[in-house]
């Protein structure tokens, strides 16, 4: 979903979860979410990610595992 501020709607919510990571928009216009954080977390932001920010319309949130990244902080990547 492009257009509706939704990385940047991640990127607050996940930074002030004290997650680290990235989001970003994919060519197809899915968002792709990276995140750090504790299963607890973790599970709170996938609950987020189907609300979205207001005018997101949200048809599907998949979780998978991935390799782990270093990273410090939260922000949206190019």
Sequence with gaps: MQGVG???FVEHTAGGMGLSGWVRNDDDGTVQVYAI???EQLSELAGL???GPRWAE???VDESEAP???L???YVRQ
Excluded: A, D, K, P
Aim: aromatic share 22%; no cysteine; glycine share 16%.
């Design 6 to 8: 939704f990385r940047y």
């Design 68 to 70: 782990l990244e270093q």
């Design 49 to 51: 990610l189907w609300q």
């Design 58 to 60: 949200v048809r599907g």
């Design 37 to 39: 954080g504790s299963r």
């Design 72 to 74: 410090r902080g939260f």
